[in-house]
């Protein structure tokens, strides 16, 4: 099997950088793909294939994979982005796996 | 776009099968390239995939639910569904599906059906 780790909680000043972190052994071999969700709602896909933001999300969203860490980047953090973020990555066995998710606190 | 829409029973007995139907709008569902995945969210928890289904009609599921889940495809309704047996307390939570973009790459789950909650109890 195949697991990712994500840290629990991150906090960030507004209008600061927030890091949030996906760990796995080799993920950086791996598509990361990265998810917001606020209470109630859907997850919003933000990042795909380690770095690339899908249309309509903000430059202020970025991410990297190297070696067996993935990063989400949020620059210049707002209150609205104030959310659980999950990482996702592939593996054969058992598929699609998602980290334990990271909530973020703006402060 | 393109639109995902779940449906079902809110509400299931235990060591029965939860039935949820998910209706794609706006897209075709037997475009090459995507497949329709089932995720689920136990209360406070994350996410946890469940499997998927391609419009050939493969089917892949996440090990550890795998005895128990089946994922099936209507083409001409524009819907996949997912059958889970032998419910328990354990199965209830919140179920989405959402498109599994793969066109010449992975470019993630790129779209959600908006989720519908499902509890377990007599």
């Known amino acids: 099997s195949y697991e990712v780790t994500q840290p629990l909680s991150v906090s960030v000043a507004l209008g600061q950088t927030a890091t949030i972190t996906c760990g796995g052994d080799n993920i950086g071999t791996k598509n990361v793909h990265w998810y917001q969700q606020k209470p109630g709602q859907a997850p919003v896909l933000v990042i795909y294939?380690?770095?690339n933001r899908p249309s309509g999300i903000p430059e202020r969203f970025s991410g990297s994979n190297s070696g067996n860490t993935a990063t989400l980047t949020i620059s210049g953090a707002q209150t609205g982005d104030e959310a659980d973020y999950y990482c996702?990555?592939?593996?054969?066995?058992?598929?699609?796996?998602f980290g334990g998710g990271t909530k973020l606190t703006v402060l | 776009q393109v639109q995902l829409h779940e449906s079902g029973p809110g509400l299931v007995k235990p060591s029965e099968t939860l039935s949820l139907t998910c209706t794609v709008s706006g897209g075709s569902i037997s475009s090459a390239g995507y497949y329709w995945s089932w995720i689920r969210q136990h209360p406070g928890k994350g996410l946890e995939w469940i499997g998927y289904?391609?419009?050939?009609?493969?089917?892949y599921y996440n090990p550890s639910l795998k005895s128990r889940v089946s994922i099936s495809l209507d083409t001409s309704k524009q819907q996949f569904s997912l059958k889970l047996s032998s419910v328990t307390a354990a199965d209830t939570a919140v179920y989405y599906c959402?498109?599994?973009?793969?066109?010449?790459?992975?470019?993630?789950?790129?779209?959600w059906g908006q989720g519908t909650t499902v509890t377990v109890s007599s």
């Open positions: 289904i391609y419009y050939s009609g493969s089917t």
């Open positions: 294939g380690d770095k």
């Open positions: 996702q990555v592939w593996h054969s066995i058992p598929g699609w796996v």
């Open positions: 959402a498109r599994d973009n793969r066109l010449q790459s992975q470019n993630g789950f790129d779209v």
